[in-house]
């Protein structure tokens, strides 16, 4: 987190005088960051990095009603602002809608528009470029860099990259968002499905999910074994058809349920019985809701734009309502 952190100081001395996206305070986000990991061997750092518009910009989310499910896609549409009163205010911007383009041209770096969008859309994959180019340039000033190697990772949606010093290796991922009002509620550049579009940016819960868990962190006791119950089922079901997505939510319901009183050392089998039996149920009946789509059984706390409280219950199991031959594979799985 300190890391990213004086990266993301760094950036913003050095952009101060662009039309780039402003880079905010990064958000560790999954299952590194919840406090449990399927793989502890191979633990990916996810950091959510909220991106705010660049001077004389705006962003507007669109919502794409295309084929829309559990997770809803939206593409970022970028306008430009008048800036004339700025201007007069001693402010050093010319007004991308009001001067002349040969002045702008000569006289200011491009706008957002000419940088990282396609068309009007602030596009991932070229977000993820410039982010690339930012870390390579920037590494070297950064204090780590004396001690720790920087190795950059191929990814076309994210900045992946592995920092090591011999002893000792992290591997990190940068992904990019843009939040929905004041809400817990981004929209981020990780994909959900293969060929996501370049312009669209899927719905993310994950700022609500780790906001959850900090929650129960408060309020469990001292040898609350909540965390080792998902991470002992996420590795039990590697490989048997049932995500780890699907695990942790039907733990985060329990855990809406059940008290954390309840989750200590001497209710762990039960707890297990609990999220076994629960997850039979669930493939038998062909349904698990989402944990924050439609849920107004949220604590306190937990930001949720209106439209998202307010939806109706997500079924993260619809496919095998659809498909009679996956949920029969479903349950001899389970």
């Not at 909540?226 to 733990?251: A, D, E, N, P």
């Amino acid at each position: 987190t300190s890391l990213i952190e004086q990266f993301r100081i760094y950036c913003r001395r050095v952009l101060s005088n662009s039309f780039y996206p402003v880079l905010q305070r990064a958000i560790g986000v999954g299952s590194a960051f919840e406090g449990w990991s399927p793989r502890e061997q191979d633990v990916v750092y996810q950091m959510l990095v909220p991106m705010t518009p660049p001077r004389g910009h705006s962003f507007h989310l669109e919502l794409d009603t295309a084929g829309q499910r559990c997770v809803r896609n939206f593409r970022v549409r970028v306008q430009q602002e008048c800036t004339c009163m700025r201007e007069q205010q001693g402010r050093n911007m010319l007004c991308f809608l009001h001067h002349p383009e040969e002045e702008l041209r000569r006289s200011q770096d491009p706008s957002l528009l000419h940088t990282l969008c396609t068309g009007s859309y602030l596009d991932v994959q070229k977000t993820a470029r410039w982010f690339y180019q930012l870390v390579r340039a920037i590494w070297p000033a950064l204090l780590q860099s004396h001690n720790w190697h920087l190795v950059l990772l191929p990814s076309t949606r994210s900045c992946q990259f592995k920092v090591t010093n011999g002893r000792e290796s992290f591997r990190i991922e940068m992904l990019f968002g843009v939040q929905q009002g004041s809400s817990d509620i981004f929209v981020s550049s990780q994909p959900r499905e293969a060929r996501t579009p370049s312009t669209t940016w899927p719905e993310t819960y994950a700022v609500a999910e780790i906001k959850f868990f900090q929650y129960i962190a408060r309020q469990a006791p001292p040898d609350s074994l909540h965390l080792k119950c998902l991470q002992f089922f996420t590795r039990l079901q590697l490989g048997l058809g049932f995500s780890t997505y699907i695990m942790k939510t039907i733990v985060m319901h329990l855990l809406n349920i059940v008290p954390v009183s309840r989750w200590r050392r001497r209710d762990f089998v039960r707890r297990l019985m609990d999220i076994s039996e629960c997850l039979r149920l669930c493939v038998e009946v062909r349904r698990l809701n989402h944990f924050i789509v439609g849920n107004r059984r949220l604590p306190g706390g937990i930001n949720l734009p209106l439209d998202v409280q307010m939806a109706k219950t997500c079924n993260l199991f619809r496919h095998l309502v659809m498909d009679p031959v996956a949920h029969s594979y479903a349950m001899s799985k389970y």
